[in-house]
């Protein structure tokens, strides 16, 4: 009996053992295998390098003027449309004359008798003087009385001052007489230069005021731009604004023609620069060639690609392969399959791409970085352009 239940004891031992070793067995198998972690590498090559700072805005003329009249007054004719190209001194809007015209016709009659006022006091004066100067030598021939030459004397004196007053008014009524033809004329709202008109804000009939003295302004009348030559205002931040300078090239897309590129340059740099939530930019002007202003309309959204620096056929490495130890910034090269750490002279690098001055050579194969996955090692990176 003993011995039976020692055979069966080891029997359930041994099954249990061969068990557990099938079970092992099978999770071993059956678990994912860990990979060992690839490095990422790449050649260095040669190509071209551009330094270029990007920037958003909207395509605008230089100046946008707004057109608001020097007379009050009710609108009788508007001769212009929106989208329409005036020309300088076009008539835009006329307003009704009636009342500038009898203020003119007012100042007219002022000046009339002015004119006439002038008259009659010359000559008065005249008179005067000739009396006074008759009866001067009848005084020295004794022949006339002292007080009668100083009384004409006197009235000399008197009707020559009135002649400088009636004078000083014919200027005056000349002057009214200007600006009375002035204000007539300022009924007429014309065109300041050559031009598009972008919006119209008045109607036939409507009573608009002048501009003049006004403190609201007066009433916008249009709003109008000289769109031969469009700009951008784009804000770049303060760590790339050092770098740009007027006349730099620069390439335009907007999103309303994708397959297109314009060409412009950089005019001006604001010397005071913008802070928002903490962030300073400065606004750069760019000037659009002319295809662009033939193309583009104004408050198109503008990607401007500024080039700021370019280099011809130079090496260069994708710059997460540059590291700094210390004092020392160099790549790792692979070496008999093996990274090894190896000091470079870098030049300039636009954040994807750092020029190497050197240290490494064409075609050496460097580490990016590790990675988990598998990755075919020794592939070029990506914007490295073709080999020269």
């Given at each position: 009996?003993?011995?039976?239940?020692?055979?069966?004891?080891?029997?359930?031992?041994?099954?249990?053992?061969?068990?557990?070793?099938?079970?092992?067995?099978?999770k071993k198998r059956s678990a994912p295998t860990q990979k060992r972690p690839r490095m990422r590498t790449a050649k260095v090559g040669r190509s071209d390098f551009k330094?270029?700072?990007?920037?958003?805005?909207?395509?605008?003329?230089?100046?946008?003027?707004?057109?608001?009249?020097?007379?009050?007054?009710?609108?009788?004719?508007?001769?212009?449309?929106?989208?329409?190209?005036?020309?300088?001194?076009?008539?835009?809007?006329?307003?009704?004359?009636?009342?500038?015209?009898?203020?003119?016709?007012?100042?007219?009659?002022?000046?009339?008798?002015?004119?006439?006022?002038?008259?009659?006091?010359?000559?008065?004066?005249?008179?005067?003087l000739s009396k006074y100067n008759t009866e001067l030598k009848l005084l020295r021939k004794r022949l006339t009385a002292k007080e009668k030459v100083d009384d004409l004397?006197?009235?000399?004196?008197?009707?020559?001052?009135?002649?400088?007053?009636?004078?000083?008014?014919?200027?005056?009524?000349?002057?009214?007489?200007?600006?009375?033809?002035?204000?007539?004329?300022?009924?007429?709202?014309?065109?300041?230069?050559?031009?598009?008109?972008?919006?119209?804000?008045?109607?036939?009939?409507?009573?608009?005021?002048?501009?003049?003295?006004?403190?609201?302004?007066?009433?916008?009348?249009?709003?109008?731009?000289?769109?031969?030559?469009?700009?951008?205002?784009?804000?770049?931040?303060?760590?790339?604004?050092?770098?740009?300078?007027?006349?730099?090239?620069?390439?335009?897309?907007?999103?309303?023609?994708?397959?297109?590129?314009?060409?412009?340059?950089?005019?001006?740099?604001?010397?005071?620069?913008?802070?928002?939530?903490?962030?300073?930019?400065?606004?750069?002007?760019?000037?659009?060639?002319?295809?662009?202003?033939?193309?583009?309309?104004?408050?198109?959204?503008?990607?401007?690609?500024?080039?700021?620096?370019?280099?011809?056929?130079?090496?260069?490495?994708?710059?997460?392969?540059?590291?700094?130890?210390?004092?020392?910034?160099?790549?790792?090269?692979?070496?008999?399959?093996?990274?090894?750490?190896?000091?470079?002279?870098?030049?300039?690098?636009?954040?994807?791409?750092?020029?190497?001055?050197?240290?490494?050579?064409?075609?050496?194969?460097?580490?990016?970085?590790?990675?988990?996955?598998?990755?075919?090692?020794?592939?070029?990176?990506?914007?490295?352009?073709?080999?020269?």
């Open positions: 009996m003993a011995k039976t239940i020692a055979k069966t004891v080891a029997w359930v031992l041994i099954l249990g053992a061969l068990g557990y070793g099938g079970y092992y067995t099978y330094l270029i700072v990007s920037a958003t805005g909207a395509v605008e003329p230089l100046d946008i003027v707004e057109i608001r009249p020097k007379a009050t007054g009710e609108v009788t004719k508007i001769n212009f449309e929106e989208g329409q190209v005036v020309t300088k001194g076009q008539l835009l809007v006329q307003l009704d004359p009636i009342v500038e015209q009898r203020r003119l016709n007012q100042a007219r009659a002022d000046l009339a008798i002015a004119r006439a006022n002038v008259l009659k006091a010359q000559r008065v004066y005249e008179h005067q004397k006197h009235e000399v004196a008197v009707r020559k001052a009135e002649l400088a007053v009636v004078k000083a008014q014919l200027l005056k009524a000349f002057e009214q007489v200007k600006e009375a033809k002035d204000r007539l004329d300022d009924t007429k709202v014309l065109a300041p230069f050559k031009g598009v008109i972008l919006t119209r804000t008045v109607k036939l009939g409507q009573i608009i005021f002048s501009g003049l003295g006004s403190i609201s302004g007066g009433t916008l009348v249009a709003r109008m731009a000289d769109l031969n030559t469009l700009y951008v205002r784009v804000d770049v931040d303060e760590a790339d604004v050092a770098r740009i300078r007027p006349n730099h090239t620069c390439s335009v897309t907007v999103d309303a023609l994708p397959n297109r590129s314009f060409g412009a340059k950089v005019i001006r740099v604001n010397p005071e620069g913008k802070t928002v939530n903490n962030v300073t930019t400065f606004e750069v002007i760019i000037e659009l060639d002319d295809a662009a202003a033939k193309a583009m309309l104004v408050r198109m959204t503008a990607n401007v690609r500024i080039l700021i620096e370019e280099q011809k056929n130079k090496l260069v490495v994708p710059s997460v392969a540059v590291r700094k130890f210390g004092k020392r910034t160099g790549v790792f090269v692979m070496v008999d399959g093996k990274p090894t750490f190896r000091p470079i002279k870098p030049g300039t690098t636009n954040g994807t791409l750092t020029v190497i001055e050197g240290g490494v050579k064409e075609d050496e194969t460097i580490v990016l970085s590790r990675i988990q996955r598998r990755s075919r090692p020794g592939g070029r990176f990506m914007g490295m352009g073709r080999k020269k």
